[in-house]
């Protein structure tokens, strides 16, 4: 087939697929489905494999099922299973009908796991050896399995029992250094480190960041073998999390690009922009429940964003620690407490410094705005005080705000960075006009 | 030694050395110091390197050093860097005087790249073979190098010119299968992907996530073999500089935790607080500008925080999506213009939106101010147009500020939180303030 490829697709042919897919993910969608029926299957395949799952919808829509059934069978099973999960449930019966019955089968089984577990990113293609084996009994299966169905990485054996229950591991090393009678019960080690199927792929991240695994093995419920998990699917599984975490916190997706079709970004943008001009009219609501304190002194008008802001950013700041360390598992019960009182102890000190720097601006702007002297080292104190108010409130609702998500079995990230601004906004104003009503008037 | 152990220290010694650095770092810093004293080397060693390099310094300013000494002999040389590197330089040089020379010069070979490069997160415990060599001899050699220093990862040997040049690489699974007398250079492939010891570990990340690496070789500038860099580092180093991007974009320095000492964190934070208050007042001296029409329409103040709270976030979730994208690697020239166009256009959709929203809004709550009907429509046409104008302006700097930071060579995300509410605080006030006293007044 390969013999029969237009010349003007060879430069596509001599590229690694990975970059292959990015040529094709920058061209317009229709052009990107020609080409991949053009390439030579192998070719295609690849590059299909690497291609952004969130693309696969609208690029497989109008593919033809005799084109793209051959490209599924060329693939490992667990890129046909991540390709299949993108597109329609009827879809992926009938093509899954149409493919061989082994790639289709090994596919089916892993689809069964949800996308985010270790069962969604495990791959099938593992060599599994038995403990009464010799040493040169296991050769000869890795050279055969080997032919069959080539396994991305044998640097580790795995031995089960009749049942497929796995009771040890074997490293390629000591299988090469020890004699060819010795058996494999004899050179296996027993304590294996494994991840359940049914772990989520965050704790596997954490699992292998913290023991520093190459991969691992995955067993059911019943201890039996069913897939193992490579590094390098690690690393991209730890990069999508955390690209994740960062967007979550301000209201995004979780899965945005920069190049994604704006009618996406549109649909996936307005709900929490939506969320937070609800929010924000609590903030807009403690400005107008004080409309004649503002009235009489518009000074404090001039004071509200620089609380608001600093709020914010201290809120933040705090937020951002305690998410990302929920999120690698840094956290032991206990934890939060001495969170809390560190970042108390922070907003109070913090708060002291910016609260008597803005206490001073206050003070000596005050007369610009027809205060008497004595009335600006009020207005000072007022500012300075709100300030510190509302830098233990950031403090405290920092903390508590990613701890409350978790709770309810959210998301720690989920729209906290909102939350955390509509939290120092009310706070700061409130702190700001409440003391300036109480003290100024 | 093992033999002498106290008995109290033994649960330490059954752990796996990433849990006994993370009970460690949990003590107080004289009661860990004082076990890594009592523990076997062996146990100690490995547990000092995998404590978090930020708590070393303390941890190891009066460890006497007759007892640190073995451990960093015991240690990888990759991890006696790292932990060498953290402590003061005559420190380290004293160090490195007493430690065994072969360890020493190993180390000092490492010290000598910048720890955020290749060169600073790559391994030395590679195997070197000669194309000349036959498959039994190369078998041999591996047998050898294996009893003199484990090296960590055997799945790809190095072929190397009597240079020490790179030349080929040869899978473990190939020199298996292989029959005795095969040369190395027929069975070793030419075409070796590679990193160079000069690139930023961002750069080797990207590379690794992209093409399912699980280890590389790295060259220096004249081709020579000086590492190899195993997937499980790169893990870790994705996370970091993930974690570092969150914690830059609100003004934290990248490498601060839940548990960091108040202290750390209070010098930390502070600087960014302190630009942050800076930018504040300009957001405040705008305010300050339109003293008068506020005083004449405390509504608008209403509105002040609504404005600038949509079009803050409007521009967190643009700035966000950008910076990760040009961490990741995956914006090519002429990317920035279409997320120009395509922010641009979102931010006047769901200005439309919101505008129409809080324009209808601000016409209903106009009587309660002491409006008139007809001036409350025109009250909600000024708020819409500046909601409207401020999302535009989020769109805008959205793209811009990272695209400028990256312009004068610094992180895309330094302070990019920061920066994009000061300019949606203050243009939103503008847009708002400027309108209403031309509009209304």
């Known amino acids: 087939m390969a013999e029969n490829t237009p010349i003007y697709l060879e430069e596509f042919m ?6 292959l897919a990015d040529r094709l993910q920058r061209l317009p969608v229709d052009q990107a ?49 991540d390709v299949l999960g993108e597109i329609p449930e009827e879809d992926k019966e009938r093509l899954l009908r149409n493919m061989d019955d082994a790639e289709a089968e090994a596919a089916k089984d892993l689809l069964q796991y949800p ?28 050279r055969q399995r080997h032919r069959e169905q080539q396994p991305t990485d044998i640097n580790y054996l795995f031995v089960t029992d009749k049942d497929e229950k796995l009771v040890g591991i074997v490293s390629i090393r000591d299988l090469i250094f020890s004699e060819d009678e010795v058996k494999i019960s004899d050179i296996m080690d027993r304590e294996v480190k494994y991840v359940r199927v049914t772990d989520d792929q965050e704790e ?10 190459l991969g691992l093995p995955v067993l059911d ?45 549109f649909k996936r943008r307005l709900p929490w922009l939506c969320v937070n001009l609800l929010t924000a009219c609590l903030a ?27 709020g914010g950013n201290a809120g933040m700041q705090t937020v951002t620690v305690i998410v990302r360390d929920m999120a690698l ?35 000596l702007i005050a007369p610009k ?39 309810f079995r959210l998301d720690p990230a989920l729209g906290s960075s909102i939350l955390i601004t509509t939290v120092t906004d009310v706070a700061g104003f409130f702190f700001l006009l409440a003391l300036g009503k109480a003290i100024l008037a």
């Open 284 to 310: 807009g609501a403690v400005v107008g429940v004080f409309e004649g304190t503002i009235k009489e002194f518009v000074v404090l008008a001039v004071f509200l964003p620089i609380i608001a802001s600093q």
């Open 33 to 81: 489905r020609h080409y991949l029926q053009e390439l030579p299957v192998e070719t295609a395949s690849a590059a299909l494999a690497e291609m952004e799952e969130e693309l696969l919808p609208e690029l497989l829509k109008d593919f033809p099922q005799a084109k793209l059934v051959p490209l599924l069978n060329l693939m490992p099973a667990e890129d046909t299973a």
């Open 204 to 213: 596997v991240v954490r699992r292998f960041e913290k023991y520093h695994f």
């Open 115 to 142: 996308e985010d577990t270790a069962g969604g990113i495990m791959g099938d293609r593992f060599i599994m050896l038995r403990a009464h084996q010799t040493v040169i009994q296991a050769q000869r299966r890795i």
């Open 221 to 265: 419920e019943e201890g039996k073998l069913v897939g193992v998990i490579r590094g390098d699917e690690v690393l991209s599984v730890a990069i999508d999390e955390q690209t994740e975490d960062m967007q979550k916190m301000v209201g995004l997706d979780g899965e945005e690009r920069t190049l994604t079709p704006w009618p996406q970004s």
């Open 369 to 407: 705005f027809g205060m008497a002297p004595e009335t600006g080292g009020v207005l000072g104190l007022v500012v300075g005080a709100a300030m510190v108010l509302n830098l233990l409130a950031a403090a405290l609702f920092g903390v508590l705000i990613p701890f409350a998500l978790k709770f």
């Open 329 to 363: 598992g840094e956290l032991s019960p206990g934890d939060g407490r001495k969170a809390l009182f560190k970042e108390l102890l922070l907003g109070l000190l913090i708060g002291a410094i910016i609260g008597v720097i803005v206490g001073l601006v206050g003070a």
């Open 14 to 19: 001599g590229m690694h697929p990975a970059d």
